[in-house]
């Protein structure tokens, strides 16, 4: 659990960072990402 925690904080931290640089398609790309990394973290 706390491996996968390592991971999306480090993609939400990613996300954060491209928010700020004005990538919106990126940022909303990151978001889907950890949208399905969230959703497969929960079936398994």
């Known amino acids: 659990m706390s491996y996968n925690n390592i991971f999306l904080g480090i993609f939400i931290e990613k996300w954060g960072h491209t928010h700020k640089n004005g ?8 978001g889907y990402f950890i949208y399905l990394w969230l959703f497969y973290s929960y079936l398994f």
Do not use: Q, R, V
């Open 23 to 30: 990538d919106y398609f990126y940022g909303c790309l990151m």
